[in-house]
């Protein structure tokens, strides 16, 4: 890319100007190092734009043709990366017009006709993130098959579930994949509502008050495959909700993607042993020999805490700004850019690793028969004998003391010890101190029983048969 050393170029705006731009300024004041990320938006708004001036009789055929294939070839240089890059043209849509001047003369310059750089770039940003929102959309679709195609095989497995991460009751480790499934699930609901916001036109707007030509915006919107059009022309050219509410969208789905990073790190400790990370997904020690490290688990957790700032930047960014357009607003598309690749990153990442994850599954049945995960059992079998249910508590936590003094789990203990806290025990009392009877007694929606896990893999797979089918 040229710096800003270089003799000054005219600029596309400096009519009224009697000096050149400072050369700092210059490079302060340019955008074009990031937002050239959004060339191809940028020449497929100019394409639309151009196609409905010449519809509305604003442009001529051949001067459209001309435009078309100018641009056409402007877009095959930025593909093939051949395409100069100048600073002093300052952002995209500036190197952009510039080019096909230069290539098309002064037809070139009829394409800005009813059209500003601040409704151009609030329709670039809406179709640059539209684009990524489909892509992540998938990716989104693809760990959740991940997560259905590990719980599939671990319906049956039992592993301690936690609260406080103390030993609460038993849980099949399906029933627990299944909860991630959840989460996900919302996040993409979420994100499809989301996108119904940003897809709206703000093209027609122009700098803020909209244009004297007789533009028909309703054809740009559906030329773009926009939605509806934006239906107040300062709005459209100012506010940055719509990236806002991506960036919080990211925050939650970063959240969730941080708990289960945070589970991943503690299950494949030998402390936990639940499962096995495949070595492709882990990196070693240069110092020590042993080490097999968790980076990836790690990496998603602490890149959960950039993708929070990028939400606190734009929110900072766009508080108190006053109607319309503001140059600070130049500064919505770094955090919103490094936020769709940060969650594009994970969730490529997770939606390999997840399905490869090689679950211990003798490891997670003893982690399960520590900690009495079946007293709520032994408490509710007492309740089913007609004990209320506070008092089957009390008996319960007797027995569980009594247990720890012993250093036995529940079901060691003899009938004669049992029976010694409430005589309402008796020797079938042994089926529900079983971590199968445990899970298997949970066999209400939602509950954690081999048989519920089962069925809501089913519903899982029908949800996303439903939207393939979209
Ligand atoms: N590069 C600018 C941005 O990203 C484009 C709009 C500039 N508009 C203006 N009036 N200076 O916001």
């Known amino acids: 890319m040229a710096d800003a050393t270089e003799t000054p170029t005219k600029k596309l705006w400096d009519g009224r100007f009697t000096e050149a731009t400072d050369a700092f300024v210059e490079v302060f004041t340019a955008s074009v190092g990031f937002d050239q990320q959004m060339a191809l938006q940028d020449i497929r708004g100019s394409i639309a734009h151009a196609t409905m001036l010449q519809r ?40 952009i017009e510039s080019a096909l001047t230069e290539k ?186 042993q080490k097999k490290n968790p980076d990836v688990p790690e990496l998603v957790r602490g890149k959960t805490g950039r993708v929070y700032g990028s939400l606190t930047s734009l929110l900072t960014l766009m508080k108190s700004q006053p109607l319309a357009y503001n140059k600070d607003n130049q500064e919505d598309k770094e955090p919103l850019f490094d936020t769709v690749r940060t969650v594009s990153d994970c969730l490529t990442a997770f939606a390999d690793m997840i399905p490869a994850m090689e679950p211990k599954r003798e490891n997670m049945r003893l982690a399960a028969t520590k900690g009495y995960a079946t007293a709520t059992d032994l408490a509710d079998y007492l309740v089913n004998r007609g004990l209320p249910f506070r008092d089957a508590h009390d008996v319960v936590g007797k027995l569980v003391a009594l247990a720890i003094e012993q250093n036995a789990d529940l079901s060691e203990l003899s009938i004669h010890q049992l029976r ?25 929606i939602g509950g954690t029983a081999p048989e519920m896990v089962r069925s809501a893999i089913a519903f899982a797979k029908a949800q996303l048969e439903r939207r393939a089918a979209l």
């Open 56 to 95: 509305a009789d604003i442009l001529s055929e051949s001067e459209l043709e001309l435009i078309l294939g100018g641009l056409d070839e402007i877009q095959q240089e930025i593909i093939e990366n051949r395409f100069e890059w100048s600073v002093s043209l300052e952002d995209v849509h500036m190197n």
């Open 104 to 289: 098309i003369g002064v037809v070139g310059k009829t394409l800005h006709t009813g059209r500003s750089r601040n409704d151009q770039v609030a329709t670039d940003i809406r179709l640059y993130l539209r684009d990524q929102i489909d892509q992540i959309s998938d990716l989104l679709t693809r760990l959740q098959q991940g997560i259905l195609s590990l719980a599939e095989n671990e319906s049956e497995t039992i592993m301690p579930g936690f609260t406080h991460l103390q030993v609460a009751q038993p849980v099949t480790f399906g029933h627990h994949l299944m909860a991630w499934y959840e989460m996900i699930e919302r996040d993409y609901s979420r994100l499809l509502d989301c996108r119904k916001r940003v897809n709206v036109l703000p093209l027609g707007a122009a700098a803020l008050a909209g244009t004297t030509y007789p533009i028909n915006r309703e054809m740009t919107a559906e030329l773009l495959s926009f939605d509806s059009v934006a239906r107040n022309s300062l709005d459209a050219v100012s506010d940055r909700d719509f990236a806002i509410e991506f960036c919080s969208w990211a925050s939650i789905l970063m959240m969730h993607m941080s708990r289960w990073s945070e589970e991943i790190v503690l299950w494949s400790s030998p402390q936990f042993g639940f499962i096995d990370l495949p070595d492709r997904f882990c990196t070693g020690s240069s110092i020590m020999p």
């Open 420 to 444: 010694s806290c409430s005589d309402l025990i008796d020797s079938d009392v042994y089926d529900v101190l079983t971590l199968d009877g445990s899970v298997r007694a949970r066999n209400h």
